[in-house]
């Protein structure tokens, strides 16, 4: 099938079932203009992102990876009144691009947005005994998803959920040689995934607007 087709049925979709509204629409063209990066979830991702959460009654999230917030608000609005989402953002100016548009879409009092290397904050959020986790979206830098994975599972509990974002690459996960820090990333996680008995996981190849990527869906047993 051709990228063309992809995007027309991606579209189709989008507008037929998923049904963005008003504030993701509008934090996707806010993250645009202030000049951050495209690479925010898909509308059906961010959908099913919500989705899971509010199937599993998620009720603490932590994401690895704001931007401006898009897949922010999609699992935000899963929570329910007293929930929590804590999200980790390297960049100050993509943080701040994300809590206004947070903000406008209603969900400030349940979204801590916190600035600095995901590395460097978890060890406080462990101490602030902020977990155990119902929910984690791991959509940072890739060279790090094994580390990110760990932390996860560190603080979760039996039931937990992790989605770890772009582990396809547009195939390039195939290349065992590869030297690029992402595609090792991901195949070290891979490593780890099948190594650990207390998972369960499966990964989707998803072929949209975006292109040729895929998640991984993993349950803490
Ligand atoms: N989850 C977002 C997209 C995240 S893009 C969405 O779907 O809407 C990846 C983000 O991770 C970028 O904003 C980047 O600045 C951030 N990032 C990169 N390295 C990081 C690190 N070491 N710690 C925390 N965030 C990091
Ligand atoms: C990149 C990061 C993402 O999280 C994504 O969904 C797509 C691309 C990137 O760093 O190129
Ligand atoms: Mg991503």
Redesign the pocket.
Same mark, same amino acid.
């Given at each position: 099938m051709s990228r063309k087709l992809h995007s027309a049925i991606d579209d189709y979709v989008n507008r037929q079932v998923v049904r963005e509204d008003a504030a993701l629409r509008a934090a996707r063209t806010a993250s645009e203009r202030a000049g *951050?990066?495209p690479?925010?979830?898909s509308p059906g991702?961010?959908k099913l992102l919500h989705l899971l959460a509010r199937i599993q009654g998620a009720r603490r999230i932590l994401?690895? @990876?704001?931007? @401006?917030?898009?897949?922010?608000i999609w699992l935000a609005r899963a929570l329910p009144a007293d929930g929590r989402l804590l999200t980790?953002? *390297?960049?100050p100016h993509?943080a701040e691009v994300a809590r206004r548009n947070i903000a406008h879409a209603g969900l400030s009092p349940v979204v801590d947005v916190r600035v600095?290397?995901?590395?460097d *904050?978890l060890p406080g959020i462990e101490a602030e005994g902020l977990g155990p986790f119902d929910f984690f979206?791991i959509?940072?830098?890739k060279a790090?998803i094994p580390d990110y994975f760990k932390w996860s599972l560190r603080l979760s509990r039996p039931g937990s959920v992790v989605v770890v974002?772009n582990v396809i690459r547009r195939g390039r996960v195939l290349e065992a040689a590869s030297k690029d820090p992402s595609v090792r990333g991901v195949r070290r996680f891979n490593r780890l995934l099948a190594a650990e008995p207390r998972v369960s996981a499966t990964t989707i190849q998803t072929a949209d607007g975006k292109g040729h990527d895929g998640f991984a869906v993993v349950r803490v047993e």
């Open positions: *951050l990066p690479i925010a979830v991702l961010g994401e690895f @990876g704001t931007l @401006g917030g898009y897949s922010t980790l953002e *390297l960049d993509h600095g290397r995901a590395l *904050l979206f959509d940072a830098d790090n974002d």
